[in-house]
């Protein structure tokens, strides 16, 4: 078992920065990978970063390219989510998601075996 906890989300205004951490605690040694997705209201859960526990560059969404990063720190078992930039688009529930196999693809949400209970963020224009 993993268990994901998220923080760091908030109320910010567009152009603003917020910075999310997801920190993980279990059996952390079996994980392959983590990311974020987000949830507006009335939408599915879509995919915005994710990367690889072992090493590599972060995996995007093409809607937050160039203004999010995705970073994790091993020591701590934490995942970070650095955004900028933000627009009010990117008001959601932001959800920390790890899994504990391989998959050639990142963004599908039932490719992820464990999840956190998500943080909001709102973006005010």
């Known amino acids: 078992q993993v268990q994901l906890v998220e923080s760091g989300g908030g109320l910010v205004q567009a152009g603003g920065s917020l910075r999310l951490s997801c920190g993980a605690s279990?059996?952390?040694?079996?994980?392959?990978?983590m990311g974020w997705f987000r949830q507006a209201p009335g939408k599915e859960r879509e995919f915005v970063a994710a990367?690889?526990?072992?090493?590599?560059?972060?995996y995007y969404a093409d809607s937050v390219k160039g203004r999010f990063t995705i970073s994790r720190d091993n020591a701590k078992n934490t995942v970070y989510l650095q955004m900028n930039s933000l627009k009010p688009e990117d008001t959601a529930v932001y959800y920390c998601?790890?899994?504990?196999?391989?998959?050639?693809?990142?963004?599908?949400?039932?490719?992820?075996?464990?999840w956190g209970q998500g943080t909001q963020v709102t973006v005010s224009s």
């Open positions: 990367i690889s526990w072992s090493g590599g560059s972060g």
């Open positions: 998601a790890a899994r504990t196999y391989y998959r050639d693809s990142y963004h599908l949400p039932g490719e992820y075996n464990y």
């Open positions: 279990g059996r952390t040694f079996s994980m392959y990978a």
